[in-house]
T-cell receptor, first 114, second 114 residues
């Protein structure tokens, strides 16, 4: 699975959009970009994933550049409860064979400030 | 609320004790995972079960013994652990021929070895 690079920490004002960048310059054509977050003392929570098109769900939006070498997770209106470590993970998908693990990087500590 | 349930939430044990961690999911997933997370570090894979068979063992010491008695349950048997084994142990599940399906995590068991 391709390696990802994220800033170690970011701050965001409550109510503003939080934009979390991720670099995955070695991504392959069959690799998805996944985002998870981990709030203190909880397990990782799935947020969103995408291949090459932008994606949106009730939690966030995922913007993937045309060359797929980077992406941005957008939390449109950050709240204090969004304070967490955010992990960007690149993972090969396969419709055959055994399950594959997630390989976590160091992630970004997002702190939402009141 | 998580759909993957782990028990106990906290466990303190001595180095000579034998204990087990339990994980249960009712999402019909046929792949289950154990991850280990040390403080301020990302989760690291330990084991993967696919269709109730062990498919990946990341060179985990034999004092950790996984078991998958059926498609909904995953156990991790612990024996003669060391203080450095103190960590958060996370269970996850997904579809094994997972295409682009995400893994779902429990909130973990926080293990302390005295």
């Amino acid at each position: 699975d391709a390696k990802t690079t994220q800033p170690p920490s970011m701050d965001c004002a409550e109510g503003r959009a939080a934009n979390l960048p991720c670099n995955h310059s070695t991504i392959s054509g069959n690799e998805y970009v996944y985002w998870y977050r981990q709030i203190h003392s909880q397990g990782p929570q799935y947020i969103i994933h995408g291949l090459k098109n932008n994606e949106t769900n009730e939690m966030a939006s995922l913007i993937i550049t045309e060359d797929r070498k980077s992406s941005t997770l957008i939390l449109p209106h950050a709240t204090l409860r969004d304070t967490a470590v955010y992990y960007c993970i690149v993972r090969v998908y396969s419709f055959s064979g055994s399950a594959r693990q997630l390989t976590f990087g160091s992630g970004t500590q997002l702190t939402v400030l009141p | 609320d998580t759909e993957v349930t782990q028990t106990p939430k906290h466990l303190v044990m001595g180095m000579t004790n034998k204990k087990s961690l339990k994980c249960e999911q009712h999402m019909g997933h046929r792949a289950m995972y154990w991850y280990k997370q040390k403080a301020k570090k990302p989760p690291e894979l330990m084991f993967v079960y696919s269709y109730e068979k062990l498919s990946i063992n990341e060179s985990v010491p034999s004092r950790f013994s996984p078991e998958c008695p059926n498609s909904s349950l995953l156990n991790l048997h612990l024996h003669a652990l060391q203080p450095e084994d103190s960590a958060l142990y996370l269970c996850a599940s997904s579809q094994p021929r997972d295409g682009n399906q995400p893994q779902h995590f429990g909130d973990g068991t926080r293990l302390s070895i005295l």
